[in-house]
C-alpha cells in the first residue's frame, strides 16, 4: 500500500478540534497517510511573526496535497486573508465547492446536487485599491483571459471526469461590457469544444433569484471570483449552513482541500463545532490522491449518520459534540 504524504493545517479557533475529527476519519478508511503538520493563521502569527510562515508554503509544494482547518482574517484592518494569500504563493486557480443536500435535514429542497466552480486568483479579490482623495476610494476589478479560459476549461473538465450534464455561466456582461464580456467570451469558447455538455448563462442577479426558488436546475456554475464566493454560500444555506460545506482550492499540479466556514472564536475549545464539512473535504482530497473507494466510504458513512438522526451538533438542531460525531462517522464506516 502506498503512502501518502499530506500536509495538515489545523487552523484557527475551532480549526484544530474539527482537523482532528477528521484526520480520524481519514485513517479509519485504511489509507496509509504520513501527516506533516505545520502552522497558518494566528497560530503561525504568534510563533513566527507571519500568519503564512515560508515553511508552511514549502510543505504544500512539497507534498502536493493539504488539508486545511479554517483560518481568522481580521475584518478591515490586521493582517491579509491567509487563504488569498495561500491560493496566489500555489496559483490555485480553481475553487471546487460540492454543494449536496443530505436526507434527514429539513429545508424547503430535496433535490440540490451542484459543484460550483469559482475563479480563484483575481476580479475584485486582486486586493488592487487605493484612495484617490480623502473620501474616494477606488477598488480595481481584474479579469484576464488567461485566468477565465483555465477557470473555464477546469469546470467543463470536472463536468467530463463526473459525468455531469451542464455548465452554467453567471455573469454581468451586461453592465461589465468590457470585464464580464471577456470572461463569457472565453467561456463561450471553450463550451463549443465540449458539445457534449450542456451550456447556459445567467446574469448574476437572475441566478440569484433562480437560486433560491429552484435550486435543483443547476448542475455546475462556473463563476468569477465574487460572485462564486456568494454563491458558495447562498447555496449552502440551502442544505443546511456551512457546516455540511467542503471545499478545495485547485492548481496544476497542487490542491489544498477545506471546510468553507470560519474559525468560529466564540465556540472554540468547546467541543461542539461541526466537523461534517473538513470531512467531506477530507474525502474530496482522498478522491483527489486516488482513494476513490475509500472517499466514497466517508460519503456515504457522512450520509447515513446525518439521515438517522441520532448523532447531531448544534448548528444541525441536536446536542452532540464534535468528538461524538466523528465517533459515529467512523462506526458508519464499519458497517458498511
Known amino acids: 500500500m502506498s503512502k501518502h504524504k499530506i500536509t495538515l493545517i489545523p487552523g484557527d479557533g475551532i480549526g484544530p478540534e474539527i482537523t482532528r475529527v477528521a484526520v480520524e ?3 479509519a478508511t485504511g489509507v496509509n497517510v504520513e501527516w506533516e503538520s505545520v502552522l497558518a493563521g494566528e497560530s503561525a502569527l504568534c510563533e513566527y511573526g507571519d500568519p503564512l510562515p515560508d515553511e508552511t508554503i514549502a510543505s504544500i509544494r512539497k507534498n502536493k496535497v493539504a488539508l486545511k482547518g479554517p483560518l481568522t482574517t481580521p475584518v478591515g484592518g490586521g493582517f491579509q486573508s491567509v487563504n488569498l494569500r495561500i491560493r496566489k504563493a500555489l496559483d490555485l486557480y480553481a475553487n471546487l465547492r460540492p454543494v449536496k443536500k443530505f436526507k434527514g435535514i429539513e429545508t424547503p429542497f430535496d433535490n440540490i446536487d451542484m459543484i460550483i466552480v469559482r475563479e ?3 476580479d ?3 486586493g488592487l485599491e487605493h484612495i484617490v482623495v480623502p473620501g474616494v476610494v477606488e477598488s480595481l476589478k481584474i479579469i484576464t483571459e ?4 483555465r477557470i473555464s476549461h477546469f469546470a467543463f473538465s470536472i463536468a467530463e471526469r463526473w459525468n455531469r450534464k451542464k455548465v452554467t455561466a453567471v455573469h454581468k456582461a451586461n453592465i461589465m461590457k468590457l470585464s464580464d464580456g471577456l470572461f463569457l467570451k472565453t467561456v463561450r469558447e471553450e463550451a463549443v469544444k465540449h458539445p457534449k455538455i450542456e451550456y447556459n448563462e445567467l446574469i448574476v442577479d437572475n441566478a440569484a433569484m433562480q437560486m433560491v426558488i429552484n435550486p435543483g436546475q443547476f448542475d455546475i456554475l462556473l463563476t468569477e471570483n465574487l460572485y462564486g464566493d456568494i454563491f458558495s454560500d447562498l447555496a449552502a444555506g440551502l442544505i ?3 457546516g ?4 478545495a482550492n485547485i492548481g ?3 490542491a489544498v482541500f477545506e471546510a468553507v466556514h470560519g474559525s468560529a472564536p466564540d465556540i472554540a475549545g468547546k467541543n461542539i463545532a461541526n466537523p461534517i464539512a473538513i470531512i467531506l473535504a477530507g474525502a474530496l482530497m482522498l478522491e483527489w490522491i486516488g482513494e476513490v473507494d475509500a472517499a466514497r466510504k466517508v460519503e456515504k458513512a457522512v450520509q447515513n449518520v446525518i439521515s438517522e438522526g441520532k448523532v447531531r451538533t448544534r448548528d444541525l438542531g441536536g446536542n452532540s459534540s464534535t468528538t461524538e460525531m466523528g465517533e459515529a462517522v467512523i462506526e458508519a464506516m464499519e458497517k458498511l
Open 124 to 126: 475584485l479579490y486582486s
Open 25 to 27: 476519519v481519514i485513517e
Open 240 to 242: 443546511g449552513g456551512l
Open 146 to 149: 488567461k485566468a477565465s479560459r
Open 120 to 122: 480563484n486568483t483575481e
Open 244 to 247: 455540511l460545506a467542503p471545499g
Open 252 to 254: 496544476d499540479e497542487i
